[in-house]
């Protein structure tokens, strides 16, 4: 299994670009995860999608952010336009089914410069 | 409003020695308390959890204490080696969505 798939590692633009970050969840896992992680606030949740539909969308910080999964096996997480503020590295996960064993990608580290 | 506090914010432990990371909440309703160890580069790895019917249990060399009536947690870990320096989260849990994440324990294990 080749594990949860974020493109890309690694973001650079400058502020006002819009940016698309890439998830492809783990085969057979309903429940895909899109969190945030920097220095100040740790580890936080902007979305999460059940069987392809967001149950919960209350930490996407602005309209800025949108999130989308068109099928079970992609997701994306758009930021447009982007700020110097979103700089961060953006985690995907997916389980099998709600809070269970996440299963997290590398990530994608993003600098907006 | 951080839901889970953590501390310490990071350890320096020697190797053979005792790691020990703590976590307490507020909210009573939480029912799963789950740790994930993060490595430079990679995303978090869920590496043990517990529910509060129980106030331990152990997997290998880790160990997690569970004190309901305080509302802490903690991770042990028991003859720390050097493969085990990362980055530490305790998170907590109410119903099926979302995880709250402490701020993380960045472990340095000394050989």
């Known amino acids: 299994d080749a594990g949860v798939i974020q493109s890309p590692r690694h973001e650079v633009t400058e502020m006002g670009q819009e940016v698309t970050l890439r998830c492809k969840p783990i085969?057979?896992?309903?429940?895909l995860f899109w969190y945030r992680q920097t220095m100040m606030r740790g580890l936080e949740l902007l979305i999460y999608?059940?069987?392809?539909?967001?149950?919960?969308d209350s930490g996407m910080p602005e309209d800025r952010f949108s999130a989308k999964m068109p099928n079970a096996s992609f997701s994306t997480l758009k930021i447009q336009p982007s700020e110097p503020r979103d700089s961060a590295v953006y985690f995907c996960?997916?389980?099998?089914?709600?809070?269970?064993?996440?299963?997290f990608g590398s990530g994608t580290q993003l600098s907006v410069l | 409003q951080q839901q889970v506090k953590q501390s310490p914010q990071s350890l320096i432990v020697q190797k053979g020695g005792i790691s020990i990371i703590n976590c307490a909440y507020e909210?009573?309703?939480?029912?799963?308390f789950p740790w994930y160890q993060q490595f430079p580069g990679k995303g978090p790895a869920l590496l043990i959890a517990?529910?509060?019917?129980?106030s331990e249990k152990k997997e290998g060399r880790f160990t997690i204490s569970f004190n309901k009536s305080a509302k802490q947690f903690s991770l042990h870990i028991m003859d720390s080696q050097p493969g085990d320096s990362a980055t530490y989260f305790c998170?907590?849990?109410?119903?099926?969505?979302?995880?709250?994440f402490g701020t993380g324990t960045r472990l340095t294990v000394i050989p």
């Open positions: 996960a997916s389980s099998r089914g709600g809070r269970e064993k996440l299963f």
């Open positions: 085969s057979g896992h309903n429940s």
């Open positions: 999608f059940n069987n392809n539909v967001p149950i919960d």
């Open positions: 909210n009573t309703a939480f029912d799963y």
């Open positions: 517990i529910r509060p019917d129980v």
């Open positions: 998170a907590a849990s109410l119903g099926a969505n979302n995880l709250f």
